[in-house]
């Protein structure tokens, strides 16, 4: 009788479910770990160390799995965030910035999350290199907004990437057309995980290889592993080694996440005295930000819940706007000491978020994630600041890129900010079709992006092109049927119009 089937039969003549789910966790531990080992002899030895860092960090993430049951949060206990936990910046901009304020600066680093690839808008390589405005790509906005704060102020201000396996060799090409900017750039990757069976829960890997068959095995483990993998890199140590005391962390993807003067000021000169370890810049939810995470108070702490931890039962209270009116922009400031000292102390708690994935083969996945935003309950002082919507413009979609590329936004610096000459502040809601999906696609039925200063609603399917000079007002819809095409003259201005499959333009 093999030990498994002893340890089986001694836990169920316990009668005890919990001791037969220890042991069932227990072999499948064990099996997790030799299947590591095994992939681990396979690293050369220049790869050796990292990999078994990725790998022991896996591991790590794998025990806490297998602990943790259904949704992480109680209901119960989640309350609304006392009233001076979230401050508005309207307050915070109200104190005014110091004489000093170069020193101020060059106490901070910038932190660019840069692991994802541009595949969900058709394009090949890291998202990053995508062009966004006049030829300039995400990487490029970034870099002439740093460069443009170390010039005004004769500062320092270094900016350090974020990579993943994913995106590091061709980020790395390019930095080189950066060498003559006034801007020290650094790298670091993220951890490279493996992708687990569904069913077995047994790494899909064989070897420590991302080629071949292998491509699919490994993923870059969400932007929680941010903590570890700055630490593991060394860039950590040198940054508080040159008097760095904050990191300001966002999407690159995000192109209202600037460096702003008034919350580092905040974050080096509190009114109160008492720095904060963690602020965490939050805006006011909208329909289309339903799903958003949200801060909330749970015992006794700042708690940002992301709705994959809601009970099913109260998604729909989660997504009120009413009851929780704010969400994460994922722009975040942080204390270079405090990650230290957490990290040391293995001390940052960050629930697990569990992604199904289906690979090209068929084969279910699941791949084990954590969000860097997650971790705000395990520093001291952590604070949310109510920013204005212009400090959240993501661009996730040919929709949002639409946007971005129109004269709703002047360009100056590397910075986009909300044409004066738009009457409401307020971002139009666009929703462009899947034949606008691809980058390339999209740009091809567009002669040339359209006046979008007074426009409120676009939706636009179907077989649609463009002309030059178009001019788009109030609600517009356009509607191709199926087989049919509509190209809008050049010059046509639009002005609360549906335009249906036969070309026939209508009053709305």
């Known amino acids: 009788m093999s030990r498994f089937v002893q340890d089986l039969s001694k836990a169920m003549s316990q009668d005890g479910a919990s001791q037969f789910q220890e042991v069932i966790r227990q072999e499948l531990e064990l099996s997790v770990k030799k299947e590591l080992e095994k992939i681990l002899t396979t690293a050369s030895s220049h790869e050796f160390e990292h990999t078994k860092k990725d790998l022991d960090g896996f591991r790590k993430l794998f025990h806490r799995f297998l602990q943790e049951k259904g949704p992480s949060v109680d209901w119960g206990k989640i309350q609304r965030p006392p009233e001076d936990s979230i401050q508005p910046y309207e307050k915070i901009k109200a104190r005014g910035l110091p004489d000093n304020i170069s020193s101020v600066l060059n106490k901070l680093v910038v932190v660019k999350l840069n692991g994802g690839l541009g595949t969900s808008m058709g394009c090949k390589g890291p998202k990053s290199l995508i062009g966004v405005r006049n030829e300039n790509t995400f990487l ?7 460069e443009h704060l170390n010039k005004t102020y004769n500062t320092d201000v270094p900016l350090v990437l974020m990579n993943s396996f994913n995106t590091d060799e061709d980020t790395k090409k390019i930095l080189q057309k950066y060498n003559h900017c006034r801007v020290k750039i650094y790298t670091f ?6 992708r687990i069976n569904k069913e077995s829960l047994l790494p899909v890997a064989k070897d420590v290889s991302y080629s071949g068959e292998n491509t699919e095995a490994w993923y870059p483990p969400g932007h929680g592993d941010i903590y570890a993998s700055f630490y593991n ?12 005391e904050y990191i300001f962390v ?70 009120s706007v009413s009851k929780f009116k704010i969400f994460n922009t994922n722009n975040l400031w942080i204390s270079l ?11 940052i708690d960050m629930e697990i978020i569990v992604n ?16 860097v935003g997650a971790a705000i309950k395990s520093f001291e002082n952590s604070l949310g600041i109510n920013v204005p919507r212009s400090r959240f413009l993501p661009v996730k979609t040919t929709s949002d890129l639409l946007l971005v590329m129109s004269n709703l936004y002047s360009l100056n610096a590397g910075s986009l900010t909300m044409s004066e000459k738009r009457e409401f502040p307020t971002v139009p809601l666009v929703k462009l079709g899947s034949s606008f999906t691809k980058v ?21 399917s179907g077989d649609v092109t463009f002309g030059k000079n178009v001019s788009l007002k109030g609600t517009v819809i356009i509607i191709a049927n199926h087989g049919d095409r509509i190209d809008i003259p050049p010059g046509a201005v639009l002005e609360n119009k549906i335009v249906s499959g036969n070309l026939r333009i209508l009053d709305h």
Request: aromatic letters at 6%.
């Open 140 to 146: 490029d906005l970034t870099v002439q907004q740093i």
């Open 189 to 194: 990757n993220q951890s490279r995980y493996p």
């Open 233 to 244: 890199s060394g860039l950590l140590d040198t940054f508080i080694g040159e008097g760095k």
């Open 250 to 319: 966002s999407n690159i993807d995000n192109l209202g996440a600037t460096v702003d003067l008034y919350i580092l000021n905040h974050l080096m000169n509190p009114p109160n005295g008492k720095r904060c370890e963690f602020v965490m810049e939050v805006t006011n939810k909208t329909r289309a930000d339903v799903k958003g995470g949200t801060l909330t108070q749970y015992e006794g702490k700042l708690r940002l819940v992301e709705i994959a931890q809601v009970p099913k039962a109260h998604v729909d209270e989660f997504k």
């Open 337 to 347: 000491g405090a990650v230290k000292r957490l990290q040391e102390q293995n001390a």
């Open 356 to 371: 199904p994935k289906t690979l090209d083969g068929g084969l279910n996945v699941i791949q084990l994630e954590t969000a």
């Open 440 to 460: 390339q696609d999209y740009l091809r039925r567009f002669e040339s992006i359209p006046d979008m200063l007074e426009l409120d609603h676009l939706t636009v």
